[in-house]
């Protein structure tokens, strides 16, 4: 996955989120959802250099053994984790010498 594409798959995944939270702030991932919002926290997460906030908030949110049993997370927890991990790639970003400036 490349630094734009991450941005934009954690911005989507982030909007969706405060779209659920906004309805109900208990609000639970779950089911095929688990999978997916890892795999995308997982590959984002390598994007960014190590000892970063946001990377070690999220490592270990989301494991193979909660996925596997299906243990449900709250929105509202989740988004907090998606909301840093975006600004963290924002900022590579940034500082980045590739074309893509958001």
């Known amino acids: 996955m490349e630094l ?6 954690v911005l989507s995944l982030r909007n969706h989120l405060q779209t ?4 109900d702030p208990e609000q639970e991932v779950q089911g095929l959802a688990l999978p997916v919002l890892d795999a ?5 997460s390598k994007l960014l250099p190590a000892g970063d906030v946001a990377v070690d908030a999220s ?3 989301i494991t ?3 996925v596997a049993a299906g243990e ?5 927890d989740v988004l907090l984790v998606a909301d840093q991990l975006y600004r ?7 500082h980045n010498e590739g ?3 958001a």
């Open 40 to 44: 995308v926290l997982t590959e984002s």
């Open 99 to 101: 074309p893509f400036i």
């Open 4 to 9: 734009p594409d991450a941005m934009h798959r």
């Open 20 to 23: 659920i939270v906004d309805k």
């Open 59 to 61: 490592r270990g949110l």
């Open 64 to 66: 193979p053994d909660t």
């Open 88 to 94: 963290a790639l924002k900022y590579a970003n940034r």
């Open 72 to 76: 449900p997370m709250r929105a509202v």
